[in-house]
């Protein structure tokens, strides 16, 4: 923190500069006589030659460029004489609205702690009154909520279930056991309601994408009756099924106690608590539902909130009283980044010390970043910036929004910025649209800034640099480009060094949005292979033939043709389950399916996949088998 004193902000600004300090061409005084004195020619016949005008020059024989057509030649000298910039450059400095005002802070310190060492001993102060609170929450959050006769409850994320997709619980179910009679308390944190399946998820003949997961509900299709009589099935997502059957908050989060029960026949499609469920009209051998009249006593509350005023509050005070770039910088970016990996947005880690080792983990290559960031973009910015208040609303205020992704852009309907997820979202391709624009739009405005301060030439090289290094990394074979935030935020922070008001807003910005992308995921690849991209989704593999069925009063035959090199086997759902595994040497291929075998008499849903050993590939869209005995060939295309 320093002292402001009584300069002129031109003599407060000259004597501040620092040699690190890069502003271009040094700006000349342009009310000194002598700058009319000395001409562009004058120099010239220093140098030992004679300026001569443009038309002379382009007609010597010398010149190179007679081919290009004059008005070409004209627009190009325009050009380059605008991307020079004015000379002298006009370096940007932000004078504070209220200046009286906005200096108080400064002042106050000055007055109050006018030795260094007392500042030192005030900004420890603040630190250890931070941290001691934020650990404090966290450890009541953590060791709190203990349920009566349940014990201290479990906490989950909030896309956990009880069900693997596709055959990853194996044949008949095994691998997820038990299906009834047993019961387990839990803990979800805030905002469960907002997580999607990003990939397709079939239900039977149904496919769910970008949207939570939660299939049935209460019995007679209502919403008001009690959360023990609302049944899910078992790979419904459990946090979302307790908001949707009212156990917990989606703002609070809270804690319950889930109650397997089995096979059920089928699951109703209810709207609760602004979550629709999907429906499922047939068996499924696991399900859940709450135990009731617990919430009361549970106790637990998700930290996010209490924990979201005291760092505001903290990084507010910081950002307000302190005037030092480099502290401002290093403590905001401290207290944000373990705010976002513990508190807001955490990864899906349940227990806090696993999570506390990824986070520190993640951290340290991410504090070398900060400080290339600090270095060439945020020190030239704040340095010398005595607007506190503006400071503290425009910086501060752009790197809470970006820090806080999954709540101000989570609406947006673009998740990940891939093209497959661009064309298959329902308005993903307007809202990316309206986002280039707009990027592009304040890229005119930093353009301009930049050529004002002499940099324009500069920064474009540096630009064409980063465009070439991301045309070649599309140009690699068997990789795929993807922009996560952090690499986004990086590409666009150079842009954003000059001490203008949107500039720090676009600064703070994009540097909530790095340490939001880096906290919550990491460093991820800028290259990725299309397995990597697809995570769970579909991987376009090869579907297995499967000839017209054999039906009978209640039972069904399928059969198939030898499967084609490198694929040894053929594993088939029904309802979503995988019931039989057929391999190369062990039988015919085929299978009969009984509907006495799990005991119901609706309708029936097969599908197909190809397997390399026990991993299946993409799975054939459902065939239906009515009650009425008819079948309904699978439609074309995988599912999964």
Same mark, same amino acid.
């Given at each position: 923190m320093s002292p402001v004193d009584g300069r002129s902000g031109e003599d407060a600004l000259l004597s501040e500069r620092e040699p690190w300090q890069d502003d271009g061409p040094e700006p000349s005084m342009a009310d000194s006589a002598d700058l009319h004195i000395r001409s562009s020619a004058s120099s010239d016949i220093e140098n030992g030659h004679t300026s001569l005008p443009v038309w002379m020059r382009e007609s010597s024989k010398s010149f190179h460029w007679k081919w290009v057509p004059l008005p070409v030649r004209h627009l190009a000298r325009s050009t380059a004489t605008w991307s020079k910039g004015p000379d002298p450059p006009q370096i940007q400095r932000i004078t504070p609205f209220f200046p009286t005002v906005q200096e108080m802070p400064l002042r106050l310190v000055n007055s109050y702690l006018p030795k260094r060492i007392y500042k030192a001993g005030a900004l420890i102060a603040l630190y250890a009154s931070w941290l001691l609170i934020f650990v404090l929450v966290l450890h009541h959050s953590s060791t709190s909520g203990e349920i009566e006769g349940y014990g201290l409850p479990t906490p989950i994320w909030c896309g956990a279930n009880l069900w693997s997709k596709g055959n990853g619980c194996e044949l008949d179910g095994s691998k997820c056991r038990p299906f009834e009679n047993t019961i387990f308390p839990f803990s979800c944190p805030a905002n469960c309601a907002s997580v999607e399946v990003l990939n397709p998820y079939a239900v039977g003949d149904q496919e769910i994408v970008y949207h939570p997961l939660v299939i049935g509900g209460s019995k007679n299709g209502s919403r008001f009756l009690p959360a023990e009589k609302s049944i899910y099935r078992a790979d419904s997502f459990i946090c979302q099924a307790a908001i949707h059957a009212g156990v917990i908050s989606n703002t609070k989060g809270g804690c319950g106690v889930v109650s397997m029960t089995g096979r059920q026949s089928s699951f109703p499609s209810v709207l609760g608590h602004n979550i629709q469920s999907f429906g499922f009209d047939s068996?499924?051998?696991?399900?859940?539902?709450?135990?009731?009249?617990?919430?009361?006593?549970?106790?637990?509350?998700?930290?996010?909130?209490?924990? $979201?005023?005291?760092?505001?509050? %903290?990084?507010?005070? =910081?950002? @307000?009283?302190?005037?030092? #770039? +480099?502290?401002?910088?290093?403590?905001?970016?401290?207290?944000?980044?373990?705010?976002?990996?513990?508190?807001?947005?955490?990864?899906?880690?349940?227990?806090?010390?696993?999570?506390?080792?990824?986070?520190?983990?993640?951290?340290?290559?991410?504090?070398?970043?900060?400080?290339?960031?600090?270095?060439?973009?945020?020190?030239?910015?704040?340095?010398?910036?005595?607007?506190?208040?503006?400071?503290?609303?425009?910086?501060?205020?752009?790197?809470?929004?970006?820090?806080?992704?999954?709540?101000?852009?989570?609406?947006?309907?673009?998740?990940?910025?891939?093209?497959?997820?661009?064309?298959?979202?329902?308005?993903?391709?307007?809202?990316?649209?309206?986002?280039?624009?707009?990027?592009?739009?304040?890229?005119?405005?930093?353009?301009?800034? $930049?050529?004002?301060?002499?940099? %324009?030439?500069?920064? =474009?090289? @540096?630009?064409?640099?980063? #465009? +070439?290094?991301?045309?070649?990394?599309?140009?690699?074979?068997?990789?795929?480009?993807?922009?996560?935030?952090?690499?986004?935020?990086?590409?666009?922070?150079?842009?954003?060094?000059?001490?203008?008001?949107?500039?720090?807003?676009?600064?703070?910005?994009?540097?909530?949005?790095?340490?939001?992308?880096?906290?919550?995921?990491?460093?991820?690849?800028?290259?990725?292979?299309?397995?990597?991209?697809?995570?769970?989704?579909?991987?376009n593999s090869l579907l297995p033939n499967i000839t017209e069925p054999i039906t009978g009063m209640a039972n069904i035959t399928f059969g198939w043709p030898l499967p084609p090199s490198p694929y040894d086997g053929v594993s088939v759902l029904v309802n979503d389950v995988e019931r039989h595994r057929w391999y190369y040497g062990e039988g015919e291929p085929s299978y009969t399916w009984s509907r006495t075998q799990e005991g119901g008499l609706g309708k029936e849903y097969f599908r197909f996949g190809y397997m390399i050993g026990s991993a299946a590939g993409d799975y054939s869209k459902a065939g239906v088998w009515t009650t009425e005995g008819n079948w309904i060939p699978m439609q074309p295309g995988p599912s999964r």
């Open positions: 068996t499924f051998p696991k399900s859940f539902t709450f135990v009731t009249g617990l919430s009361s006593v549970c106790g637990y509350s998700d930290p996010r909130w209490p924990l $979201l005023g005291v760092t505001v509050t %903290f990084t507010s005070l =910081l950002s @307000i009283f302190c005037d030092s #770039a +480099a502290i401002f910088f290093s403590s905001v970016f401290v207290m944000l980044f373990f705010h976002v990996g513990l508190v807001s947005d955490p990864p899906n880690i349940s227990d806090y010390p696993s999570l506390t080792s990824l986070i520190i983990e993640r951290f340290l290559p991410a504090a070398f970043v900060a400080y290339v960031i600090y270095r060439f973009c945020v020190r030239p910015q704040l340095t010398g910036l005595t607007a506190q208040f503006e400071k503290t609303v425009l910086w501060l205020g752009g790197a809470w929004v970006g820090s806080l992704n999954n709540y101000t852009f989570d609406k947006l309907p673009i998740q990940r910025l891939t093209p497959h997820d661009i064309q298959s979202q329902p308005g993903a391709i307007p809202v990316l649209c309206v986002i280039v624009i707009s990027i592009f739009l304040i890229a005119l405005g930093q353009i301009w800034y $930049l050529r004002l301060e002499g940099r %324009f030439r500069r920064y =474009l090289a @540096i630009y064409a640099i980063m #465009a +070439a290094f991301l045309l070649i990394c599309v140009a690699i074979p068997s990789l795929n480009l993807r922009v996560h935030h952090y690499i986004l935020a990086l590409l666009l922070l150079p842009g954003t060094r000059m001490q203008t008001r949107p500039g720090l807003l676009y600064q703070g910005l994009l540097v909530g949005l790095f340490i939001s992308g880096v906290a919550r995921w990491g460093f991820d690849s800028i290259l990725q292979t299309s397995a990597a991209l697809l995570g769970d989704g579909q991987i």
